[in-house]
């Protein structure tokens, strides 16, 4: 099973500061990667396909990069609306899997 | 306009089944992989499973492996997650999603609202 490592768990930043998200994988997972966006209540948003593709109607403050083992998360200048929890996927290898979230808080 | 609608949910007692179903509507349901996604509360995501568009090959995950069947029916749109012995570790919110896995480089993720499975004595 490829494992996924989010850090940091916890992101503490301010409105209009760059955010900064990193997702590890134990074994390559081509670009086949995927980030969500989720809200207490809510169901996770895909925000970023194939590692860097933006999904429709997102953004272009968000923006991804990395293939194999290493990807970033880039948030450019964060809105009130962007705090949230963040997690990516990899859909390369069966099982699929998610890593562990980073938590992006206000400061 | 694409829709996901799942439905099922409730509380049942360990040891207890339940079945789920996805009502799928706006796309062309038999041309996509589609799947379960679970989520525990105050916990992160976990996948449960995938079929295949054709329904002829399923994927799970190690924590639902033979307690858990996914089935679909083309004819309905709908897709199914079949839980038998369910455990209290099984309480989560469970997800239909589309275009998870299996898709090659031409996916298409879209996700429903979900539906909460309780599983307590």
């Known amino acids: 099973e490829i494992v996924l490592t989010q850090s940091p768990a916890t992101l503490s930043l301010s409105p209009g500061e760059r955010a900064t998200l990193s997702c590890r994988a134990s074994?390559?997972?081509?670009?086949?990667l995927a980030w969500y966006q989720q809200k207490p209540g809510q169901t996770p948003r895909l925000l970023i396909d194939?590692?860097?593709k933006r999904a429709t109607g997102i953004p272009a403050r968000f923006g991804g990069s990395g293939s194999g083992t290493d990807f970033t998360l880039t948030i450019s200048s964060l809105e009130p609306e962007d705090f949230a929890v963040y997690y990516c996927?990899?859909?390369?290898?069966?099982?699929?899997?998610f890593g562990g979230g980073t938590k992006v808080e206000i400061k | 306009e694409v829709q996901l609608v799942e439905s099922g949910g409730g509380l049942v007692q360990p040891g207890g089944s339940l079945r789920l179903s996805c009502t799928a509507s706006?796309?062309?349901?038999?041309?996509?992989?589609m799947g379960w996604v679970r989520q525990a509360p105050g916990k992160g995501l976990e996948w449960v499973g995938n079929?295949?568009?054709?329904?002829?090959?399923?994927y799970y995950g190690d924590s639902v492996k033979g307690r858990l069947t996914i089935a679909r029916d083309n004819t309905k749109n709908s897709l199914f997650l079949q839980m038998n012995s369910l455990r209290v570790e099984d309480t989560a919110v469970y997800y239909c999603?589309?275009?998870?896995?299996?898709?090659?480089?031409?996916?298409?993720?879209?996700w429903g609202q979900g539906t909460l499975v309780t599983v307590s004595s």
């Open positions: 999603a589309r275009d998870l896995g299996g898709c090659g480089s031409d996916c298409h993720p879209y």
């Open positions: 706006g796309f062309i349901f038999s041309n996509y992989w």
């Open positions: 079929i295949r568009p054709d329904g002829s090959d399923q």
């Open positions: 074994q390559s997972v081509r670009s086949y």
């Open positions: 194939d590692a860097s």
């Open positions: 996927q990899q859909r390369s290898i069966w099982p699929l899997t």
